[in-house]
């Protein structure tokens, strides 16, 4: 087979989502369903999600997808937004108040405008909450926009994640265990998946695998040790081809698994197009490896209002996290996330992280993933990781999508670490807020 280049993808097109309803209907419909929402108490933390099964929780209500949607839509039209005002009437307005920090909202988008590249978003959230603390889209030219916070795009190697926690869970390998692969580190060959040694193989742990992000490795973990069932499983667990659990509207992430044994060795290490990922469900995928297993979904809606003011009930929804794997798994992976700091593919752009002492008390785990389209035109570049700190109430997920054109903007992995940065920096340890508290 002739090789496939490690940064190819379809190339995103697409416009901004639009609302369903007309937006009186929708007020209407979300001040009556207000006046009648019964009041929602914290629920403990939802049931371990085998992964042989399917994932037990509630699609989102319609009402609060339409509510995110009129706020996101605000927050991308006036930066740094932390509320949007809506005319329900020529005496009545219906204020919807978002959770993100708007000073650090506006820090991002200023960051993400300063990048270079074509497009990019960026989402960076609490683990331990599902509060979203930062939601930004950036596209250097708006008429012909690449970025959208909602809209799935090709996960590249960011699908090494579920690869790794699927190996590790099943215990079928550990970070240490051993594996061999011939030939570059990122090409795809069907000779590079043959499991046999030769002189010319080379002898590398699971942990500098993923750390380096090793193609032939993870596509012969796909063949040889998980097989088609483990990988849907497990992309299961993660909410791949199923409606994510979330108040924002996303688009539903795509994972198809070939039989053949070459199909599933390119999913497997994430060398294809197919397997799509949306900005908001990669940064929670990273909140459940930083939070030992499982954080609740994201939000953003903090809270709305009428005034006048009517008789609606304050809201509570604080979600129950989701547990996709077990503490000791995900630690495990905590321990592959970090390598990838250390020596991996993002030691040279989280080499400041000594410098400061605000990030110096930190520890930072993460996974880069890049692909080009087809035409050749576009480049994909993720960064999807997190930040933890000694108050584990405090620790921030982040997942970056930079879009690059035939000149390299700053890469993703690089404005990660410059938005994890800025949020330590004017900010010492402290509880993490929850949607109705003050």
């Known amino acids: 087979m002739k090789g496939l280049s490690h940064d190819r993808t379809a190339r995103s097109t697409g416009s901004k989502r639009k609302l369903s309803l007309p937006l009186l209907a929708t007020l209407g419909l979300i001040l009556g369903y207000l006046l009648l929402h019964p009041y929602l108490s914290s629920a403990p933390e939802s049931r371990l999600i085998s992964p042989s099964s399917t994932p037990q929780h509630p699609e989102p209500l319609e009402t609060w997808a339409t509510l995110s949607a009129l706020l996101a839509q605000g927050i991308q039209d006036l930066p740094g937004a932390p509320c949007i005002h809506t005319p329900l009437s020529e005496d009545r307005v219906v204020t919807v108040r978002s959770c993100l920090d708007p000073a650090y909202q506006s820090w991002v988008e200023e960051r993400m405008r300063r990048s270079m590249a074509l497009a990019g978003a960026a989402v960076v959230m609490h683990p331990a909450s599902g509060r979203i603390l930062a939601l930004s889209v950036f596209n250097a030219d708006p008429e012909r926009p690449l970025a959208f916070f909602w809209k799935a795009y090709p996960a590249a190697s960011i699908f090494k994640i579920v690869t790794a926690a699927a190996a590790l869970d099943q215990k079928l390998l550990s970070p240490d265990s051993v594996l061999e692969y011939t030939g570059r580190k990122h090409t795809l060959y069907r000779r590079q998946l043959e499991q046999k040694s030769g002189p010319w193989s080379h002898r590398v742990t699971l942990e500098e695998s993923f750390a380096r992000s090793i193609n032939p490795v993870f596509g012969k973990i796909g063949i040889h040790h998980l097989g088609r069932q483990a990988l849907e499983a497990y992309g299961s667990a993660f909410f791949f081809s199923q409606p994510f659990p979330c108040e924002l509207p996303v688009q539903t992430s795509t994972l198809h698994v070939p039989a053949d044994a070459l199909g599933l060795a390119d999913v497997a290490s994430g060398f294809n197009r197919e397997t799509l990922l949306s900005p908001v469900q990669a940064a929670w995928l990273a909140s459940v490896l930083a939070a030992d297993g499982s954080a609740p979904a994201p939000w953003l809606v903090e809270s709305f209002r009428s005034d006048p003011v009517s008789d609606t009930p304050a809201l509570d929804h604080q979600q129950a996290p989701i547990r996709v794997l077990p503490a000791r798994s995900a630690r495990q992976m905590q321990r592959l996330m970090e390598a990838t700091i250390r020596y ?93 508290s003050s």
């Open 344 to 436: 991996g593919t993002c030691r040279k752009s989280f080499s400041r992280r000594n410098r400061y002492p605000y990030t110096r008390p930190l520890t930072f785990g993460g996974k880069t993933g890049n692909i080009i389209d087809g035409q050749g035109e576009v480049k994909y570049d993720w960064f999807v990781g997190y930040a933890r700190s000694p108050d584990r109430e405090d620790a921030l997920a982040v997942s970056v999508l930079m879009f690059h054109g035939e000149t390299l903007g700053h890469r993703a992995n690089v404005m990660a670490f410059d938005l994890l940065r800025a949020y330590y920096r004017h900010r010492p340890p402290h509880a993490t807020s929850r949607r109705g």
